[in-house]
């Protein structure tokens, strides 16, 4: 795995000390921190780079990828800085000085840089692994049902072990893994003839694997291939209930991307979300049928 240039984090650094240890959402543009932005991207989005060939992922849900991992990163930078000027303030400095400052935020940087990094950065390579495969079932022309399997490596996700439900199913949508920063689980077509589960017993296995009313599960109930981006298409390989994303930030990312992106933006046909609606049922029925399937998840939880 990449790492983060130590120099850039420790400019970075330096720039928000002499700010007055304080970050806010207009700092992103400071240079120093864009280039710490820039560098997390550059080890989040190196996994993504085979997939950048041309192959099975349309580039137009390449794009979105690599946008939501640019944004995560920038918020990813904010919080932590935002939790080290708070740590920093908290221990009340009669006289700041940076070294000071910087040997108070280690452990901090340590997590963020190293620990987090490297769970974020495993994760977004199963993640681009399951969009592949998941583009490659659903732009098949055959019919399939999707079997879950945890086989014993993933034991937090055993209970969705065996489900089986036709590709086009709602159920997908919200237990397609990766489902943890660790699972390990997969999801392989099989034969549309093969029985499926019960979506009652299916809901169930899955209330109880991914609680609505613990966060740090619960965010894992999306689909990175088929959720809405930041960009306005879809694909999102970070769980868009993320605890580093928070209100009134979102537009500063945005503006840093756009200014430093460096890619040419391919604009061609994207996955829409229409194309994942089942062909037997009209779009009015889906949205029914949709609305009644979160209903039970929340039933369930309450
Ligand atoms: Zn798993």
């Not at 304080?22 to 280039?35: F, G, S």
């Not at 920093?88 to 070294?99: A, C, I, L, S």
């Not at 993933?154 to 065996?162: K, M, Q, T």
């Amino acid at each position: 795995m990449k790492t983060i240039s130590p120099k850039i984090i420790y400019n970075a650094y330096r720039d928000i000390f002499n700010g007055g240890f304080n970050i806010t959402p207009p700092d992103l543009h400071l240079p120093r921190i864009k280039a710490f932005i820039k560098d997390t991207y550059r080890v989040l989005r190196h996994p993504l780079k085979p997939a950048l060939l041309p192959g099975p992922i349309p580039p137009r849900l390449l794009l979105a990828l690599q946008y939501d991992l640019f944004i995560f990163s920038g918020f990813k930078v904010y919080c932590q800085f935002n939790e080290s000027c708070t740590l920093y303030r908290d221990q009340k400095p009669r006289e700041p000085h940076f070294e000071e400052f910087y040997e108070v935020t280690e452990q901090l940087r340590e997590l963020y840089n190293k620990h987090y990094l490297k769970a974020e950065y495993e994760y977004v390579v199963r993640c681009v692994k399951h969009i592949t495969e998941w583009v490659q079932t659903r732009g098949s022309e055959h019919e399939y049902n999707l079997l879950y399997q945890s086989s014993g490596c993933c034991p937090d996700h055993a209970a969705l072990d065996g489900i089986c439900l036709p590709a086009t199913h709602p159920f997908w949508e919200v237990a397609y893994p990766p489902n943890s920063w660790h699972c390990t689980c997969r999801v392989l077509p099989v034969d549309s003839n093969l029985p499926t589960t019960g979506i009652e017993k299916a809901l169930k296995r899955l209330n109880k694997t991914l609680p609505g009313n613990d966060p740090m599960h619960s965010m894992f109930r999306f689909n990175p291939a088929t959720t809405q981006s930041l960009n306005g298409g879809l694909g999102r390989i970070f769980p868009p209930e993320h605890p580093y994303y928070g209100p009134g930030h979102l537009l500063q990312c945005t503006c840093a991307y756009e200014s430093s992106v460096e890619e040419p933006i391919v604009q061609t046909d994207y996955v829409r979300k229409d194309a994942i609606v089942p062909g037997e049922l009209s779009s009015e029925e889906f949205e029914q049928f949709w609305d009644k399937f979160f209903a039970a998840i929340t039933r369930e939880d309450a």
